[in-house]
């Protein structure tokens, strides 16, 4: 027993190095153009006004952090909030999808044209009907991230197995118990792939919201830095738009491994 569990012990951390180690050439090849980036820069071909080098960048955002961080955290409130309501919104739209066939083709080609619409042309029309407070930012963030969700989540309650549809059906499961016992938990996988979408879409529906009017968060924070000029804070404000939105891309996927261990790998 205890040589078995030492052995599953043992494959899971090996499995958890080729995980990191996958990782190697997408890093080597980040550094890679950050060094030719620097370079390029200190070669003097273009001025560091227009192109700050990545060390003026990271340099601009340690000393500015404390300002950076007020940004920061109201683009966070934003997107979590966007995210979460896009959540539950394209999973019960998902759901209305798999009601009927007559309610997918209805619904379906609607939510196909609504993603036709640039998103940047409604917000000024959002924050002139909302104002500048919190509502026009989330509600940018939901048209952003729930179309992913909604189609991911669409297709999996659609490709249930139907032995196992016509096996509840033998049993007389009414069309609940059947979503909830099988449909639900056959689309999960299809769920999480668009939630990992809609989780890097997110930070960028929030700062557009702030692009086209918010008193604070990054986007009203690079606007003022372009103005200013100052195109380093720009770059940085970029710096810290990346890494939140990769924190949610990796917050996600490691729900779905805590929440579906036996699909993830």
Same mark, same amino acid.
């Given at each position: ?6 052995? #599953?012990?043992? #494959? ?42 990545p ?10 952090? #404390?300002?950076?961080?007020?940004h ?15 959540t ?41 009907w ?22 991911a ?7 249930? #197995? ?8 033998s ?6 118990q ?5 449909q ?25 919201g702030?692009?086209?009017g ?41 729900v ?10």
């Open positions: 027993m205890h040589i078995s569990i030492t052995r #599953d012990l043992s #494959d899971s951390r090996a499995a958890r190095l080729r995980r990191i180690a996958g990782y190697g050439p997408a890093i080597v090849l980040g550094v890679s153009l950050l060094v030719l980036w620097e370079l390029y820069v200190r070669s003097g071909v273009i001025s560091q006004r227009v192109l700050p080098s060390l003026i960048v990271a340099g601009t955002l340690y000393y500015n952090w #404390d300002i950076i961080q007020e920061t955290l109201q683009t966070l409130f934003e997107t979590v909030l966007g995210l979460a309501a896009s539950v919104l394209g999973l019960l739209l998902a759901i209305v999808l798999n009601l009927a066939s007559w309610t997918r083709r209805a619904i379906y080609p609607l939510l196909i044209a609504s993603q036709t619409v640039p998103i940047i042309a409604l917000a000024p029309l959002f924050v002139t909302m104002g500048f407070g919190l509502l026009p930012k989330i509600i940018i963030v939901i048209l952003y991230c729930f179309f992913p969700i909604a189609v989540s669409a297709d999996g309650l659609l490709s249930t #197995d139907p032995d196992l549809l016509r096996l509840l059906a049993m007389r499961a009414s069309r609940w059947t979503l909830w016992l099988v639900l938990p056959g689309a999960m996988p299809a769920f999480f792939s668009g939630l990992r979408i809609a989780a890097t879409y997110s930070v960028s529906g929030a700062i557009v702030e692009f086209v918010a008193e604070k968060g990054l986007g009203n924070y690079m606007l003022t830095a372009g103005h200013s000029y100052a195109i380093a804070a720009v770059f940085a404000a970029i710096v810290v738009t990346t890494i939140l939105s990769l924190l949610l891309f990796g917050l996600v996927s490691l779905e491994r805590l929440t579906l261990p036996w699909y993830t790998r």
